[in-house]
């Protein structure tokens, strides 16, 4: 027989990929609408089985993200759409030593109507870091911060971890 031999105390070793959400697909309202439409799919169930595809709409509807994979290790970046909220759809970037990560200020808006087509307006305001081609063209973004002092230091740490140049 042989022995197994465990280390309490080695850490153990951390996975070099980062995921970093991003936003909802449809937005706080389009979420909002996907959750009653997976609900009323669970009601509609019951009486018949169609309920089960107003289920999958709902639910595709409601936790639908974005986000973006970051491998430190073999220095690729991946955009990707989360269908369900678990199935990332992407493509992997290679980093390339002329690259540039940006700060850039995001502002995205989303209205609806409800009652009597009174407006309902909800602003998001956030700093995002993007990556950047050579020739200064906006590739993905990918994290998103709520002050510009943390996106500023995460981008020079980000930097420094996948060998780009510094920012000015």
Not at 50 to 61: D, H
Not at 67 to 89: A, C, Y
Request: aromatic share 14%; hydrophobic share 40%; proline share 4%.
């Amino acid at each position: 027989m042989q022995c197994i031999k465990f280390n309490i105390l080695q850490k153990p070793q951390q996975d070099m990929v980062t995921k970093n959400k991003l936003d909802k697909v449809f937005g706080p309202f389009g979420s909002s609408m996907g959750f009653f439409m997976l609900i009323g799919g669970i009601i509609a169930t019951y009486y018949s089985f169609t309920g089960l595809i107003i289920i999958l709409i709902g639910a595709f509807i409601s936790f639908t993200t974005t986000s973006t994979h970051i491998d430190l290790e073999n220095k690729k970046i991946r955009f990707s759409n989360n269908l369900f909220g678990i199935i990332p759809v992407g493509k992997w970037f290679s980093i390339e030593p002329d690259m540039k990560i940006g700060v850039k200020k995001s502002h995205r808006g989303y209205r609806a109507y409800i009652r009597g087509n009174q407006p309902i307006d909800i602003h998001n305001n956030d700093f995002r870091l993007f990556l950047y081609s050579f020739d200064n063209k906006q590739i993905m973004p990918i994290q998103k911060f709520n002050s510009y002092i943390k996106a500023k230091a995460a981008q020079i740490e980000l930097c420094s971890n996948l060998g780009l140049n510094n920012p000015e």
